[in-house]
DNA sequence: CGGTGCGTTGACATTTCTCAACTGTTGTGG
DNA sequence: CCACAACAGTTGAGAAATGTCAACGCACCG
């Protein structure tokens, strides 16, 4: 476990005897597919790293309607903000695969941890730095840029296989959550993956997406209007 | 200067001797409506704090158009995690009113400082995750949340004088702005109000507004459909 | 004054959502 | 091993929200 937590970003650059104390707090928990992390306006009891599986944090709006706001992988950590701020869940959170192994870091022992040794903020202000940067970009993302280029540029941040011509793609989640992710209708993501494979852009199997000419894919990305 | 220093979330619980060597890194700077402050993509040389005036941070996207990022007033500060991250300016800043007066902490210095004093970090991660944390609102709100629904949420976020009947409301910006920091175009914004005026939930007047039905306001930020 | 730009209004185009139906897959219990 | 339920995904038709374009009044500023 304290390999797990050296690699967090929130950790790596601290030493060794100071890991041993935040690991003092951590248990590894196991979910199952679709069980509940917490929920919206509890209090904080912890903070969460992914070690295996996936998780989605979304917010649940006043008539009852989901939003997704992560869809985090192995190596991600969430509720830390909220820990080190508000103290309560800003947000629901579950399981999203079987076996999601997350490490618990218990609350009220790492804010005392965190209050009596500076190091510890130190080592986790780049990393909240960052995550508030991406926040940033996607607020811009949802603001200006139109479905087909959300699409379009979710796509091209996608670890693909095969530099030189088709560019191969595995979707890291179900296409319904990929289209809450994106602020758009299941439905618009289906038509949009049609268009743009009748077009010879892409092709689609399942989950696996082949990019066939990332040259247009870059443009539908870059400009506003729908592809 | 250390007194407006002191009143920063970020530094608010610093000790003195350590609020005196951030105060050595700062200067306040004057800046005339409409001067740029600083650029996407340039290094950034330092992070500011608001003493008077109002900063909008903005961003363009590749086909030339802005999105607004934040509308900023005296007390807020702006580019702490851009330096303490990536080191380069994310967006766009321009000074909205004349006599805009920023404190400028030079950047090079304040990573310096940070690094040896790990009790800076622990002063502003908690205002960092706050910050955070409202991103987080704003995705979710740029996500699910129709115009009406932004618009009214806005307004009802607003401080306002009357605390019984009728509330009064002021905007902090131009209409224009607004539009662009709620993400909808300006004609949008107009027809709202004036539909709103017309069933006698508000009576605008130039930037002020009087809501006179909060219930049905309230209403319509909780409801996703237009009002 | 005359210009510049905001705010408003109207007409229209477009994107995206909603609702509904249908298909295919997956997992479960008999 | 099959039948069935549950659900993701697709497709179509129509509706709704919002953006675009254009014209105009109006205030502010030189």
Redesign the interface.
């Known amino acids: 476990m304290l390999d797990d937590l050296g690699r967090s970003p929130h950790f790596r650059s601290l030493p060794q005897d100071l890991l041993a104390k935040v690991a003092a707090l951590a248990r590894v928990v196991r979910y199952r597919a679709g069980e509940t992390i917490f929920s919206q306006g509890e209090p904080c009891r912890a903070f969460f790293l992914i070690r295996s599986g996936a998780v989605r944090v979304y ?1 649940l ?3 009852g ?1 989901e ?3 992560h869809h985090l992988r192995a190596g991600h950590s969430f509720a ?3 820990l ?3 103290g309560s869940f ?2 629901h959170a579950v399981a999203v695969e079987k076996d999601t192994e997350l490490i618990e870091i218990e609350g009220r022992g790492f804010l005392a941890l ?2 009596s040794e ?5 080592s ?10 991406s ?6 993302e ?4 139109s479905a087909g280029a959300r699409l379009a540029r979710y796509l091209l941040k996608l670890p693909a296989r095969g530099a030189a011509g088709p560019l191969s793609i595995e979707l890291p989640m179900a296409k319904k959550e990929l289209a809450a992710h994106l ?1 758009i209708a299941p439905e618009t993501l289906s038509r949009l993956l049609r268009r743009w494979q009748d077009r010879g852009i892409v092709a689609v199997q399942g989950g696996s997406i082949e990019v066939r000419d990332a040259r247009v894919l870059e443009a539908l990305a ?3 209007e729908d592809g």
């Open positions: 917010r709006s006043p008539d309607r939003q997704a706001l830390e903000a909220a080190l701020s508000i800003p947000a965190f209050h500076p190091r510890l903020a130190s986790m202000v780049g990393s909240l730095s960052m995550w508030l940067l926040l940033v970009e996607r607020v811009e949802l603001s200006v840029a602020a870059d400009r506003e």
